[in-house]
């Protein structure tokens, strides 16, 4: 019987040795730092939520690799659309575990690892490594990551031209390939087990570039490089109580760099096919699967801050106000769109390879567009309508322990409907952190761009349904309606031009 790790066995699995800088210093242990901490444990409560009896319907089904065991749903390949509707249900689950603030849980890489066992004759070559990895994967609930877009070094240079930047292979041996370079950004990669590296934008035109692989997180010459920690911060400048979603929800984004790394044979996807790593987006069936995760995790994060934007207008005593329930009901509308979109991918798969299914791309490419335009909106909302109520708030927790200063927060923050003064900072805080706080900037800036570039999700809608033959149909459609009339009126039986009630002018 095989089973996931359980959030101990998770937690003890990143003490690794792995190579994580920040502030200057190289982090000793990641799962007692102050940076990574609380998000480890965090993600913990996943890996423990797939032994919790009363949530293993939800999250678990069987594995698919000829060992008897379970795993996480949306590890597996899904067959149908009631497959998929589970998937669904998992993935909204262990998304509600962090209130929909973690967009890269271990689930998240599962778009991309549930395809390998269906799709494995994609990669060949290397295809029995795909077969490996989807069983090693499946049956462990493996935490992967991934750094795929090329830094924004030269962007205006041919990739193969910044050799010095670009992750490309060095040389060959009989033991591997010997790589180097920087990706961005691998969010979330110091909680993980394993990074994968692809390639996205820019097509490359030489072999040493042509690569698609994963490299286990304490493979010498891989360096994380991070930004300031949200969760450090928040413990060094106040306390959960004034950070409680910065304090344990980090997934800190960090610069990914490969200094001769060797990767082994047995963890190559693809290697030297220039037409083969520009097909992979399109054809590995990562694509559909990411878009459904994240549509279905974002929909669920909405809940959360509509139930938040509720609470705060409520103690605000602006909740009965038209306009502000008007634009309250604006943000159901957007949480009610992404559940939509989610239910549509999966209550219509498209057919794949070797009877697998994969989520509707449609609806999944029209989530990457309408999560660019509606978080920024959501947000806007917040700052309009909770306005200074956001910042009417005293400095910490250290203030109501003031008996000096206790009894004005008492009579001057209190909130409306018998909320008191602690209760209603609470609310502010944690409503600060989604929206104002480094954190809140940051996740509106990871909304916006984490399923492509602004450009890139429109013109990949565009073309996919080019591919499709969709757009083509609906030129047929109008031309359709243009047929049924010429300059001398109606070319159809059925309906009639009336000429005798025209003027002299109209006939």
């Not at 909770?386 to 206790?406: C, K």
Request: charged share 25%; aromatic share 12%; glycine share 8%.
């Amino acid at each position: 019987m095989t089973s996931p790790m359980t959030g101990d066995e998770y937690v003890r699995s990143l003490q690794d040795g792995r190579e994580i800088h920040l502030h200057g210093e190289r982090v000793k242990d990641v799962t007692t730092h102050p940076a990574f901490h609380n998000p480890v444990r965090m993600t913990a409560r996943l890996y423990d939520a797939l032994h919790d009896p009363s949530q293993r319907e939800v999250l678990t089904r069987p594995t698919d690799t000829g060992s008897p065991g379970y795993t996480h749903s949306f590890f597996a390949t899904p067959r149908s659309a009631t497959d998929l509707i589970a998937d669904q249900r998992a993935i909204a689950a262990w998304s509600r575990l962090s209130y929909g603030w973690m967009g890269r849980s271990p689930d998240y890489k599962a778009s991309f690892l549930g395809t390998l066992g269906a799709n494995a004759e994609f990669y060949e070559p290397f295809s029995d490594n795909a077969r490996r990895w989807y069983r090693e994967s499946q049956e462990k609930v493996l935490f992967w990551n991934h750094a795929i877009v090329h830094p924004p070094v030269d962007r205006n240079r041919p990739p193969d031209e910044v050799a010095d930047v670009f992750v490309h292979v060095e040389r060959e041996t009989d033991a591997g390939l010997v790589v180097s370079g920087a990706k961005v950004v691998a969010t979330g990669s110091a909680l993980s087990h394993y990074n994968f590296i692809a390639h996205y934008g820019l097509p490359v035109k030489k072999r040493q570039f042509a690569l698609v692989a994963t490299i286990p997180m304490d493979a010498p010459g891989m360096k994380l490089i991070c930004r300031p920690s949200y969760s450090a911060n928040a413990a060094v400048t106040g306390s959960p109580f004034d950070y409680p979603l910065s304090s344990r929800l980090d997934e800190n984004d960090t610069i990914l760099v490969l200094d001769k790394v060797l990767v082994p044979w047995e963890n190559v996807f693809i290697y030297g096919d220039v037409d083969k790593v520009r097909l992979f987006t399109g054809q590995s069936g990562f694509l559909p699967r990411f878009t459904f995760h994240g549509c279905t995790r974002l929909a669920v994060k909405l809940e959360f801050i509509a139930g938040l934007l509720a609470k705060a207008l409520d103690i605000t005593g602006a909740g009965d106000f038209r306009g502000v329930q008007s634009r309250l009901g604006e943000v159901l509308a957007w949480r009610n769109l992404f559940w939509g979109l989610s239910d549509a991918a999966a209550r219509n798969p498209v057919d794949w390879v070797g009877g697998a299914v994969l989520p509707n791309p449609q609806y999944g490419l029209a989530y990457r567009w309408f999560a660019q335009v509606g978080y920024p909106r959501i947000r806007e909302i917040v700052l309009q309508d909770v306005a200074s109520g956001l910042i009417y708030v005293n400095s910490g927790t250290a203030d109501f322990a003031d008996p000096e200063v206790r009894p004005y927060l008492d009579k001057y923050l209190r909130g409306s409907g018998g909320a008191d003064a602690e209760e209603r900072v609470k609310v502010m805080k944690l409503l600060w952190d989604a929206v104002g706080t480094e954190f809140g900037g940051r996740h509106e800036l990871y909304e916006r761009n984490y399923g492509g570039n602004h450009e890139n999700t429109r013109i990949e809608l565009l073309y996919d349904q080019l591919a499709s033959g969709d757009v083509d149909d609906y030129r047929s459609f109008v031309e359709r309606c243009m047929a049924e009339y010429d300059l001398d009126g109606w070319t159809v039986p059925d309906l009639e031009s009336f000429g005798d009630l025209r003027g002299p002018l109209g006939r």
